[in-house]
């Protein structure tokens, strides 16, 4: 199949992060659950990711890098675990459902209040706009790192900028993460989430979230540590707090060698992946009956719709008769879909990694003009 929705999640990884998880699946351990050597090697690779991952994204030190097992995971730890009654938040139209469900699940228990800033006529968000819904009890500002609709990205430093020093950033970074950087301490966030296997090169079940000396995240999940196992209540220190259970050991093996690829090849694969986005915006541009709602970007994303087909069917046409794989509909973003005037239809999306290559663009091409051909009769 001729993959192109890797914003949903990553086709194809790398060899290293495949030989990791087929490792860690042929012999593992408990790690933090035992003191003897398997389950000490795989602590001290669990250790390794943790320190990796704050490396990467000049977090605050291991211990406030946490494991889950996807963005939205995180994102719930960072709302529900951080806002107390009476907060306000601002979000912009741009935010996945794991943000907005969270955010309608405390308007609607009236623990807390959210404004919802819109696009500007440029299709992003304007700082100054943006910071014009502060309140006085506004707590959290929650800025996607891109939107997983378009792949426009917010202008996160001028925001924080502009935002008062004690309202909190929290960054989705499912769809940034690994494509450019995201640099905590430099860019002023303060929670940012993970998704393991989008651009971070992981395999699915991974995620993470990084955060900052200025928040001590409620758990939200309780259960067994493997420390302080005397005491009823979780544990008052991090990443105990907030990691209740096994945690996927293949799943943060792999999340730590995609970490290491990035390390290593992050640039050419960012310049790879906008190419490629560049290239087929260029070749989409000349069929008509085609809309693009996107420009070139690292995250690889291109949204577009048909002039008289749904998203939907067009996506199941390149399925069922050309084997290629996208993905048509709200992709979960609804508030961004009736920003775009996109809400009843959606959009057809197409994601691409630096695993795709010009030959598989000109068969979508090829296929896209095929199936306007037949909509015509």
């Not at 889950?68 to 139209?93: F, R, W």
């Not at 209040?113 to 943006?130: A, K």
């Not at 493997?226 to 009823?232: A, D, N, R």
Request: some cysteine; glycine content about 8%.
């Amino acid at each position: 199949m001729f993959y192109f929705d890797n914003a949903a999640t990553g086709g194809r990884k790398p060899d290293q992060v495949l030989n990791a998880v087929f490792s860690s699946i042929r012999v593992c351990a408990n790690p933090g659950r035992g003191g003897h050597k398997l389950a000490v090697s795989c602590a001290k690779l669990v250790q390794d990711c943790r320190n990796s991952l704050s490396d990467f994204f000049d977090g605050y030190g291991f211990e406030r890098v946490i494991f889950t097992k996807n963005c939205s995971e995180a994102l719930n730890v960072a709302i529900l675990g951080v806002l107390q009654d009476g907060d306000h938040v601002i979000a912009t139209c741009m935010e996945h459902n794991s943000v907005l469900r969270p955010l309608e699940l405390l308007r609607n228990k009236h623990k807390i209040s959210y404004d919802v800033c819109p696009l500007n006529e440029d299709g992003n968000i304007d700082p100054e706009q943006f910071c014009s819904f502060l309140k006085p009890n506004t707590r959290m500002a929650i800025v996607t790192s891109a939107s997983n609709v378009t792949g426009t990205m917010p202008p996160l430093k001028k925001i924080r900028s502009l935002l008062p020093k004690n309202v909190l950033l929290l960054c989705d970074g499912a769809q940034g993460g690994g494509h450019f950087p995201l640099r905590m301490q430099e860019m002023g966030i303060d929670l940012l989430s993970i998704a393991g296997h989008k651009g971070m090169h992981g395999i699915q079940g991974s995620g993470a979230l990084l955060f900052s000396e200025r928040v001590s995240p409620r758990p939200i999940l309780y259960g067994g540590t493997g420390s302080m196992s005397v005491s009823l209540e979780m544990p008052d220190f991090y990443p105990d707090a907030l990691e209740a259970g096994t945690i996927s050991f293949p799943a943060v093996v792999s999340l730590l060698e995609g970490t290491r690829y990035l390390a290593l090849q992050g640039r050419e694969i960012a310049r790879n992946v906008q190419m490629l986005t560049d290239y087929f915006l260029k070749k989409l541009s000349k069929l008509s009956a085609y809309r693009p709602y996107s420009i070139a970007n690292p995250c690889g994303i291109v949204a577009f719709s048909h002039n008289r087909l749904q998203s939907e069917t067009v996506a199941d046409i390149l399925s069922s008769r050309y084997d290629i794989a996208v993905r048509g509909g709200l992709h979960c973003a609804p508030l961004m879909h009736r920003a775009l005037g996109t809400e009843d239809g959606g959009l057809t999306r197409v994601s691409f990694s630096h695993f795709n290559n010009e030959k598989e663009i000109d068969f979508l091409c090829l296929a896209l003009a095929e199936i306007d051909n037949h909509a015509k009769y």
